[in-house]
């Protein structure tokens, strides 16, 4: 029986559309949450040292730090050692590294405190100190990510649903124009007897068919582009654990979509034929 | 068994039907004649329930057609065999594939499918046809491909709408033939035409309309021009 393709070819399509953003918008947001949770379980505050602070200030701002008893850890980065963590992330970019000396880049204290909610007050105590130039308060990287982990999560819903809905719509109305092309074949079904399901089938599995390859299709391309963007993405984000994903996580991504798939598929095509099928 | 109790059937303030009553029983030959807009087609379609009756009861096999629900319809559509006038055939499928249909709509395996379409096919002289297109075909070849599709599923009662409607008098009278030599293995054959000719030649039952009445049901009739 003679099919038309163009038809067929649309309704994958938007189904292709629907499931990329979706999944461009999972990921992204896993990604983000990961980032987050990175910086949640490693309270940090970085205090940058002034050129001319000495050896002593350093010891006594230490020492107060101690006594506050919410500090985990202090870590002194001199000049010299800032220059070679400096070059060991930037290795890959000799423009980056030229010109640049262990005179430019300043002594830290690195502080670890106990919990989150310590980071106030110490950061607070180093900015008091004299031989403290700037001091970078993890909190507010913490809070900036997790309100943009919330919005792409907001988006990412609202344009899933929007997109899901023009979905089942096409669906609808190519599969409307599948049963219009071949009402006379459904008349003559009908006087043969076949049932209501025998008629339906058919048009039902045929939009399970594009939800189905339109999901995996997404899917297929979103994984080859991972598996192609990871060693950007790990040089990016040096030190935090994003790449591989998991293949049995991106197994359990490809499920859930091949079964939202079907089910929008099947929706659209249920609306056609009890729309158009009489 | 098809009986018809006062039987109108209206469109609007057309009336198709009015107060028709007869009894067909099992195994006979029946025509249905009349002139066009006599109600023929009307009373074929009502036996298939296409439409309901605006009055009066139907009984097919002691079953009150309008007693039965919507989701049952298919199933006693599966127990008749339709002839239409214009053949109603699946352009894009084969003559096999045609005839294959009423078998694959009640579930038929593949292989019964097989050797019943292929001896239906046999039965009327379309064997050689089998992988044909219908835009191959001559009408009268059409035909016989609607009637092997009728039959093949062994239903109890064959209805055809003016078959011969389409065809010259020697390839209707062919098929119509056919239809006597289905009706001799006991099937219920009833044939709505306005061939007088083909009536006159076999002698069966008549029941003659004339603007929805039946002005006369005669056991051996003919057609009598007027």
Known sequence: ?278 | MVKFENVTKSFGTITALDRVSFKIEKGEFVFVIGPSGAGKSTLIKLILKEYLPTEGTIQVDEVNLNEIPKKKIAEYRQKIGVVFQDFKLLGDGTVFENVALALRVLGKKPDEIEKKVATILDLVGLKDRAPFFPSQLSGGELQRVCLARAVVAEPDIILADEPTGNLDLGTGREIVELLKKINSTGKTVIMATHNFEIVNLLSQRVIELDKGKVISDQKKGKYHLK
């Open chain 1, 1 to 278: 029986m003679r099919r038309t393709p163009y038809q067929a070819l649309a309704a994958i399509l938007i189904m292709f559309l629907t499931f990329l953003i979706s999944m461009v918008f999972v990921l992204t947001a896993g990604g983000f949450q990961i980032v987050l949770r990175y910086f949640e379980t490693r309270p940090q505050v970085t205090a940058f040292l002034k050129d001319e602070a000495t050896s002593s200030q350093v010891d006594a701002i230490k020492a107060k730090l101690a006594q506050t008893g919410k500090v985990k850890e202090v870590r002194y980065v001199s000049k010299e050692e800032a220059l070679s963590i400096y070059r060991e992330q930037n290795k890959n970019d000799p423009l980056l590294l030229e010109m640049v000396t262990a005179n430019i880049l300043p002594a830290s204290l690195e502080v670890s405190t106990e919990g989150l909610t310590h980071l106030n007050e110490v950061a607070q105590i180093l900015r008091d100190e004299q031989a403290v130039e700037e001091v970078i308060f993890q909190e507010d990287v913490v809070k900036t990510l997790d309100q943009w982990t919330k919005n792409i999560r907001r988006i990412g819903l609202g344009l899933m649903g929007f997109f899901g809905l023009v979905s089942i719509l096409i669906i609808l109305v190519i599969i409307g124009m599948k049963i219009t092309l071949r009402k006379d074949e459904i008349e003559i079904l009908q006087l043969l007897g076949a049932s209501r399901w025998y008629i339906r089938v058919p048009f039902v599995l045929e939009g399970l068919f594009y939800g189905a390859v339109g999901a995996f299709l997404a899917w297929g391309i979103i994984y080859l582009l991972l598996l192609y963007l990871t060693s950007f993405i790990l040089s990016f984000f040096q030190g935090i654990s994003l790449l591989p994903v998991s293949p049995i996580f991106m197994l359990i991504l490809l499920g859930t979509e091949l079964i939202a798939g079907i089910v929008i598929g099947s929706l659209g095509s249920l609306l056609a034929v009890k729309r158009y099928l009489k």
